[in-house]
């Protein structure tokens, strides 16, 4: 249930960012909370804005690390926060869930629900309407939580096809010499 609420909401959201930047070429999508998640946001990242952050760092070995970083971290991409205020719904029900959970159940069903909810969108095609398929990102974070690393790896691994995992690992091993 839950899922299908935050997936009704972003998708108005994503529409919107659509509407507001018809030239831009939207690759990475994101459904982010903070570590008590107890709000849901959402992130948007163009080819456009990659190519322009990428091109402003002048070290070559910064350029790498930046490159990767910001094509694939939600926390650098263009459009980052702001949207909360269109999860109204979202907000109620999770609410209700922490009044009726303890911490950590609630905490891993708002988690499980923002990634049900970027499958469902995904499954209805809105993200790649202007990029390939094999191009586009899919990932949830909770920035600010201990575990948003593991929790962002799972979804690249979760949400998205074998060749955009293929390149996150190919890249994030090129950016940090693993």
Known sequence: MLANIIAKEAENVFQEIFEKYPKNNFYGFAIYTDESAT???????????????VSEVRNKRRQVIASFECKWYSIEWELEGGFASSFKETKSTIDSLFI??????????VIQAMSDALNILDKKNIFSKRVQR???????????????????????????????VQKFLSERDKAYGI
């Open 134 to 164: 094999e191009d586009v990102v899919l990932c949830i974070s909770a920035p600010d939580a201990e575990r948003n690393e593991e929790i962002y790896e799972h979804s690249i691994h979760e949400l998205n096809p074998t060749v955009v």
């Open 39 to 53: 709000a849901i946001d959402i992130a948007a990242n163009s080819l456009e804005y990659l190519s322009q952050t």
């Open 100 to 109: 009726e959970n303890s911490e950590s159940v609630a905490v891993s069903i």
